[in-house]
């Protein structure tokens, strides 16, 4: 029998949350335990941000002792490790020897497994794409307890579904990536501080050739003549000898994080239009314009450094709204979003605008455009405010991220995906017909075979 214990479980955003049987397999032989007794879903660190790795009507299996790293090419940084490493693991292990992930998103506290069922995206899609570009290959284990060997060649199908699949084709046992090589652990990044959208746009467009990293902080509670005021950050990998002295000798020195904890969750919540227009207003205060070397650990996870920093939410949690629009109507849907965020009175402080290019993926978020991601804290009337985003966003043929999602419904989600999810839906069906991997987040938008 499966051994499990019964906890309340969440994604990183706290909500929703439901009580779950949660165990930790070693090992093939327990996963193929637990699909023979219940309905299972695959989860890493959780840190998806709603439901997508909850089950409460059968089992979570986390895939944390499944943590290996089975093989590296040193001269052609292929790296095959079991699902439950994480960025972490990669970045300590292999910055030190000049290599780096392809892609990555802001948290290396994400497993290769959990990473290729969302198929994360960084600064640099428009650029290189997400995760599944630097993937070669998967190693999955299906309902029928077959493991099978998955990539652009080889059962196709089956890996163009599990990469953005959000667990729901199989668990993911081991993958092959392709890192990047680099020789500094320091990036080339550079300030643009803007006054409105309009500016913000063209930048995108000016520097877009120049760099290989973009992303854009918005302020997403001011308004009249301060509405759309941002600062730009684009980064290129720095090279060793154009480092400065002292970030030479750095470079060699193991890398020590330095780390502040949010201990426990706040009773109420400290995030309200006030709270974030006050921190807004002092952050676009103290941006300068600017060109700087700065750290690979401060440059692509500076919430990494605040531990827990999802406690500020308050126990109710908060939405993650990430949206993505296309390219020819990024900035006319961008300004309709913005401004009815900024008249419901804004609350978030992490509002962040990309440019995205093509995927491949057929539930991979990205497509050619723009992403906007905001938090939101859960409060009386945002769910409906939400709703109202996604309304915009459907209408300029745009979808929301399901890594992030917590409020989908079946018809809204359907409609965001026309046409894919059909499509995914029968390799579901000719790989896993009696549904044996699913989550709460499949049940609510549709994912699961009738």
């Known amino acids: 029998m499966t051994k499990f214990e019964e906890i309340e479980l969440s994604g990183f955003g706290k909500y929703p949350k439901a009580k779950c049987r949660v165990t930790r397999p070693s090992g093939i032989a327990e996963i193929l335990q637990s699909t023979r007794e219940f309905t299972l879903t695959p989860r890493g660190l959780g840190r998806s941000y709603g439901d997508a ?40 292990v292999f910055v030190p020897r000049g290599w780096f992930p392809g892609v990555t998103p802001g948290t290396k506290y ?16 428009h650029k290189v794409g997400s995760i599944s570009s630097f993937v070669k290959n998967i190693r999955l284990l299906i309902a029928s307890g077959e493991i099978m060997k998955c990539s652009r060649e080889e059962n196709s199908d089956l890996f163009w579904a599990t990469v953005g699949g959000m667990g729901l084709t199989g668990f993911i046992i081991e993958c092959e990536l392709q890192l990047k090589k680099i020789n ?41 003549s301060k509405y759309g005021r941002n600062v730009l950050f684009l980064g290129n990998y720095s090279r060793f000898e154009e480092l400065p002295i002292g970030l030479q000798q750095k470079s060699a020195m193991k890398y020590v994080e330095k780390k502040i904890s949010v201990p426990f969750e706040i009773p109420f919540t400290t995030l309200n239009k006030l709270s974030v227009s006050l921190f807004n207003t002092a952050y676009y205060a103290a941006a300068r ?7 690979y650990d401060k440059y692509f996870y500076p919430l990494d450094f605040i531990l827990n920093w999802n406690h500020i939410y308050s126990k109710s949690g908060l939405i993650q709204y990430q949206l993505n629009v296309p390219e020819d109507k990024g900035k006319e849907a961008i300004d ?23 995927q491949d993926g057929i539930l991979s978020f990205p497509f050619k455009g723009y992403t906007l991601s905001m938090d939101f804290p859960v409060r009386k009337g945002i769910i409906e405010m939400c709703k109202e985003l996604d309304k915009i966003v459907m209408e300029y043929g745009g979808r929301t991220y ?49």
Not at 73 to 86: F, M, Q, R, T, W
Not at 189 to 199: A, G, P
Not at 427 to 448: H, M, W
Request: charged share 25%.
């Open 402 to 450: 399901l890594t992030k999602d917590s409020i989908l419904d079946e018809k809204t989600f359907k409609q965001m995906y026309n046409g894919l999810w059909e499509k995914w839906m029968a390799i579901k069906v000719k790989y896993d017909p009696e549904n044996k991997f699913t989550s709460n987040l499949a049940r609510r938008i549709g994912l699961c075979p009738s």
């Open 184 to 224: 500094s652990p320091f990036f080339n990044n550079r300030s643009v501080k803007l006054h409105n959208i309009d500016e913000l746009f063209d930048k995108f467009e000016e520097f877009d050739d120049e760099y290989l990293y973009s992303v854009a902080w918005i302020d997403i509670v001011a308004s009249g």
């Open 336 to 358: 309709k979003v913005l401004k009815k965020v900024v008249a419901f009175g804004g609350g978030s402080f992490l509002a962040v605008l990309k440019k995205m290019g093509d």
């Open 289 to 295: 314009s600017k060109d700087e070397y700065v750290h």
């Open 110 to 125: 994400v497993t290769m497994g959990g990473a290729i069922a969302s198929d994360v995206h960084g600064k640099n899609h």
């Open 53 to 92: 790795s909850i089950n409460d009507s059968g089992i979570v299996a986390e895939s944390l002792l499944m943590n290996k790293f089975i093989s590296f090419d040193d001269s052609s940084g292929i790296l095959n490790c079991e699902a439950g490493v994480s960025y972490k693991d990669i970045l300590d």
